[in-house]
C-alpha cells in the first residue's frame, strides 16, 4: 500500500517533468531552434551540453525523492497515521472550500517568495541558491534543478500548513498541480503570457535567471510590487549586486517598474547581439 503510493507519486512526478519539458523540447528547442529570434527569451543563449546534462539529472533525482516523499505524505492522510486538515467531504460549502484554497495558495505562495528571497542573501546563495543560477538560459528541466536542501524547503513550506489550515483535498491537488506547472513553464525560456492576470509572463522569471538578485516571485507578482524587488529600469543588477532592489547608475533616471505584459511574444522577432553563448563552469 506504501510502496503503490510512492511509486504512484514518482510516476506523476516525474511524468509531468518529463512530458511537459519533453513537448517543450521537442517543439521549440529541436524544431524551432533556427528560428529562435521569434520565441525564445534570450534568443542568443543557449544552455551547454554539460548545463542541460546537470539540470536533467539533478532535476530528476530531486523530482525523484520529493515525490517519494509526497507519496509517503499521501499515505499517512490516506491511512490517517497523520493528522493533517486536509478534509474530504463537502460539507463546508462550495464557498468555504474555495476560500480556504486560495489562502493556502496565497499562504504558501508568499512562503515561497520569502524562502526564495532568504536564499539570495550572500552566504545561502553562495552555499545553497547558486546552483539553481548556474543555470543562465532556463530550460523547463531547469525548475527542479537546485541543491536538494532548497528543494526540501519548499516542499517543506507546502507542507507545513497542512496541520493548521482546513483544505479541501481537490483544492490542494489543484494548487500543487498549477505550481508545479507554472514553475516548468516560467523556465522554459519561451516567451509564454499567462491567461491569468496574475500570473507574470515568463520572461519575468526567465530575467530572474538573468539578472540574479531580483524578481523572486513563484506565481504571484504581488510580493515583487509590495516589496520592492520587481526589477526597475535605469538600475543595475548582477550576480553581485546582493539586495533585491540593483544598485543606482551614475546618472541614469529611474524610469520605474519594468512592464512585463508588453515583454515580446512568439512571433516578435528579437535579435540580441550582446549575449553570449552559456559558458559550461
Ligand atoms: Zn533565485
Ligand atoms: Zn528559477
Request: glycine letters at 10%; a positive charge.
Given at each position: 500500500m506504501l510502496l503503490a503510493y510512492v511509486l504512484g507519486s514518482v510516476v506523476a512526478g516525474l511524468g509531468m517533468q518529463f512530458a511537459i519539458g519533453g513537448v517543450i523540447e521537442l517543439l521549440y528547442?529541436?524544431?524551432g531552434r533556427a528560428g529562435?529570434?521569434?520565441?525564445?527569451?534570450?534568443?542568443a543563449r543557449w544552455p551547454s551540453a554539460a548545463n542541460r546534462r546537470r539540470e536533467i539529472l539533478l532535476g530528476a533525482a530531486n523530482m525523484t525523492v520529493a515525490s517519494m516523499a509526497s507519496g509517503a505524505f499521501a499515505w499517512g492522510v490516506a491511512t490517517g497515521a497523520l493528522r493533517t486538515t486536509i478534509y474530504f467531504d463537502r460539507g463546508s460549502g462550495i464557498a468555504a472550500s474555495v476560500g480556504l484554497t486560495l489562502a493556502y495558495f496565497l499562504v504558501t505562495d508568499l512562503g515561497l517568495y520569502a524562502a526564495h528571497r532568504f536564499l539570495h542573501r550572500p552566504l545561502l546563495f553562495r552555499h545553497i541558491h547558486r546552483w539553481h543560477h548556474k543555470?543562465?538560459?532556463?530550460?523547463?528541466?531547469?525548475?527542479?534543478?537546485?541543491?536538494p536542501v532548497e528543494f526540501a524547503l519548499y516542499q517543506s513550506i507546502m507542507a507545513a500548513p497542512l496541520f493548521v489550515l482546513p483544505i479541501p483535498l481537490v483544492g490542494l491537488v489543484g494548487v500543487l498541480l498549477y505550481q508545479n506547472y507554472v514553475a516548468l513553464i516560467d523556465h522554459s525560456g519561451v516567451r509564454f503570457h499567462s491567461w491569468f492576470p496574475w500570473q507574470p509572463p515568463t520572461q519575468f522569471h526567465d530575467d530572474h535567471h538573468v539578472?540574479?538578485?531580483?524578481?523572486?516571485?513563484q506565481n504571484l507578482g504581488l510580493w515583487d510590487r509590495l516589496c520592492g524587488t520587481w526589477r526597475r529600469h535605469g538600475r543595475r543588477y548582477g550576480?553581485?549586486?546582493?539586495?533585491?532592489?540593483g544598485e543606482a547608475i551614475g546618472g541614469?533616471?529611474?524610469?520605474?517598474?519594468?512592464?512585463?505584459?508588453r515583454a515580446p511574444r512568439i512571433g516578435e522577432e528579437v535579435r540580441s547581439a550582446t549575449e553570449r553563448q552559456e559558458a559550461s563552469p
Amino acid at each position: 500500500m506504501l510502496l503503490a503510493y510512492v511509486l504512484g507519486s514518482v510516476v506523476a512526478g516525474l511524468g509531468m517533468q518529463f512530458a511537459i519539458g519533453g513537448v517543450i523540447e521537442l517543439l521549440y528547442y529541436r524544431r524551432g531552434r533556427a528560428g529562435a529570434e521569434a520565441w525564445k527569451c534570450q534568443p542568443a543563449r543557449w544552455p551547454s551540453a554539460a548545463n542541460r546534462r546537470r539540470e536533467i539529472l539533478l532535476g530528476a533525482a530531486n523530482m525523484t525523492v520529493a515525490s517519494m516523499a509526497s507519496g509517503a505524505f499521501a499515505w499517512g492522510v490516506a491511512t490517517g497515521a497523520l493528522r493533517t486538515t486536509i478534509y474530504f467531504d463537502r460539507g463546508s460549502g462550495i464557498a468555504a472550500s474555495v476560500g480556504l484554497t486560495l489562502a493556502y495558495f496565497l499562504v504558501t505562495d508568499l512562503g515561497l517568495y520569502a524562502a526564495h528571497r532568504f536564499l539570495h542573501r550572500p552566504l545561502l546563495f553562495r552555499h545553497i541558491h547558486r546552483w539553481h543560477h548556474k543555470f543562465t538560459s532556463p530550460t523547463p528541466f531547469t525548475a527542479a534543478a537546485m541543491h536538494p536542501v532548497e528543494f526540501a524547503l519548499y516542499q517543506s513550506i507546502m507542507a507545513a500548513p497542512l496541520f493548521v489550515l482546513p483544505i479541501p483535498l481537490v483544492g490542494l491537488v489543484g494548487v500543487l498541480l498549477y505550481q508545479n506547472y507554472v514553475a516548468l513553464i516560467d523556465h522554459s525560456g519561451v516567451r509564454f503570457h499567462s491567461w491569468f492576470p496574475w500570473q507574470p509572463p515568463t520572461q519575468f522569471h526567465d530575467d530572474h535567471h538573468v539578472h540574479f538578485h531580483v524578481n523572486y516571485g513563484q506565481n504571484l507578482g504581488l510580493w515583487d510590487r509590495l516589496c520592492g524587488t520587481w526589477r526597475r529600469h535605469g538600475r543595475r543588477y548582477g550576480k553581485e549586486v546582493f539586495g533585491g532592489r540593483g544598485e543606482a547608475i551614475g546618472g541614469a533616471r529611474d524610469e520605474g517598474l519594468v512592464d512585463y505584459s508588453r515583454a515580446p511574444r512568439i512571433g516578435e522577432e528579437v535579435r540580441s547581439a550582446t549575449e553570449r553563448q552559456e559558458a559550461s563552469p
